[in-house]
């Protein structure tokens, strides 16, 4: 298969290119509009393969997405979270949970992460080609190297009038402890973020991958056993809002255009 | 550095610029502009693979899809020095609702090539990779013909016959079955997946000394 990490320095954020020689297919996973879709074009282009999926791991709300324009350019379908469908004024096609996309020999099984937001999943990658047991995780917002996602991002998810950031945190957690931490030890760990986004807290570490088995014994966060304190440790170590929050998410919802 | 609509395109071909198609080898052959070179992009080496193949003395018009790409090739091209009259507007869909022709290449698999060649068909084959990976591994019964000696010796083989193009996976083979469609081959049959698909199915190859 082929994977591969693009990431937008300044801003910390990750976005990931998979693709299936054999197949000629791609999907790109949270396509950056700092990178520009030329980027991502010409990873495809340059081996001859087709992008079929463009999939957000959850409504961004520190960066600008390209995704749709992506999708647009393609003719790719876009995947979202099916909990956005609330949140967004634009079309999308949704995931549920236990979902599995294809590329090629590449299969993406969806789990719905619900925390960081209410529509956030992580995206379980297998190379058919190589073993039926998952390689690794693509995590978004919910599980960083070091630090786990923050559960304050609140503009537009309001409009659901579910959740605070103290519901939140208890979701994240759930969804941390029970859908993460029991994968088997060997899946690799490819985040959203690394370094020093402030979609973070002060933990998140400048590696840009890691391991279930290390995050599982090494990251604070998640050496809480209950949803309180997991929540009051989040909390406390949080960085200021990422500038612009608000009208970032809002771009990214379809509420608002142009920046 | 201009979009290029499809009379102006026409145009430009007529005047004796030669159509370049930077697409995939499959989309390629599933249809393309008659008489265009195939070279598949690449944003680090698209100007020293066009080198191989292409005289700076000649024009270019370029085919490059999805449509944010086209300017992008164009930059790369005339970055390497070659004279680009520009790209076409809206890809090839663009050219077919004007009611222009296109024209296919057949496609086959190594399994198609194979099963030929078990029921003892004669198979005309050509080899497109360099002489070092020809003796390291071939298909019994290839000629090899590098994909940088196309234009000087392509015509020496016979046009008449059905040859299937080789190389290791389709980007030379697909570059060069482009330039021996204008040069007047119109049987030609393009394996995808190529050598190492051949290899990887666990297939015969003979291997120089």
């Known amino acids: 298969m082929i994977f591969k990490q693009i990431s937008y320095g300044p801003d910390g954020c990750a976005s990931y290119f998979l693709g299936c020689a054999k197949a000629k297919e791609a999907a790109v996973v949270d396509p950056l509009a700092s990178v520009g879709i030329e980027e991502y074009l010409m990873e495809a282009a340059e081996r001859g393969l087709a992008i079929t999926q463009v999939i957000e791991t959850h409504t961004h709300a520190d960066h600008l997405s390209c995704g749709r324009a992506l999708s647009e350019a393609t003719g790719a379908t876009y995947w979202l979270g099916e909990a956005a469908r609330p949140l967004v004024t634009y079309d999308f096609t949704g995931m549920h949970d236990g979902d599995e996309l294809r590329v090629g020999k590449v299969s993406i099984r969806v789990i719905a992460t619900p925390g960081h937001t209410p529509d956030s999943v992580c995206l379980l990658v297998t190379d058919q080609a190589r073993s039926a047991e998952p390689w690794f995780l693509l995590t978004g917002d919910t599980l960083f190297v070091g630090d786990v996602g923050r559960p304050d991002l609140l503009v537009g998810d309001r409009r659901l009038d579910v959740y605070d950031a103290k519901e939140r945190a208890g979701l994240l957690f759930q969804s941390l402890k029970e859908r993460l931490l029991t994968l088997p030890d060997h899946v690799e760990i490819y985040p959203g973020h690394f370094g020093g986004s402030a979609c973070g807290g002060v933990n998140m570490s400048g590696k840009a991958a890691s391991t279930i088995a290390f995050e599982r014994r090494f990251n604070l966060a998640l050496q809480h056993d209950d949803a309180e304190s997991f929540g009051q440790f989040v909390v406390a170590g949080l960085k200021p809002l990422p500038k612009n929050y608000a009208q970032i998410k809002r771009q990214n919802l379809g509420l608002k255009e142009d920046a | ?209």
């Open chain 2, 1 to 209: 550095m201009p979009a290029l609509e499809v009379s102006a395109f026409v145009a430009a071909i007529d005047r004796g610029a030669i159509p370049l198609d930077l697409r995939s080898p499959v989309q390629y052959a599933a249809a393309h502009i008659a008489c265009s070179v195939l070279l598949q992009f690449g944003r680090q080496d698209l100007g020293d693979r066009a080198e191989l193949y292409l005289d700076k003395s000649d024009p270019y018009v370029l085919l490059m899809e999805p449509a944010p790409l086209g300017p992008v090739a164009e930059k790369l091209l005339a970055g390497a020095g070659y004279q680009v009259a520009g790209y076409l507007q809206g890809g090839l869909k663009s050219w077919s609702e004007a009611g222009l022709p296109v024209r296919t290449m057949a496609t086959g698999t190594v399994q198609e090539l194979q099963s030929k060649l078990a029921a003892g068909e004669s198979v005309p084959l050509i080899d497109v990779r360099e002489d070092f990976e020809f003796d390291w591994a071939h298909i019994d019964g290839a000629v090899n013909l590098p994909h940088g000696e196309i234009w000087e010796r392509g015509a020496q083989l016979d046009h008449e016959r059905p040859w299937y193009v080789i190389c290791n996976d389709q980007v030379r083979s697909g570059a060069a079955a482009g330039m021996l469609e204008r040069l007047g081959f119109r049987q030609l049959t393009l394996v995808l997946g190529g050598t190492a698909a051949w290899l990887e199915a666990g297939y015969p190859v003979i291997k120089a000394g």
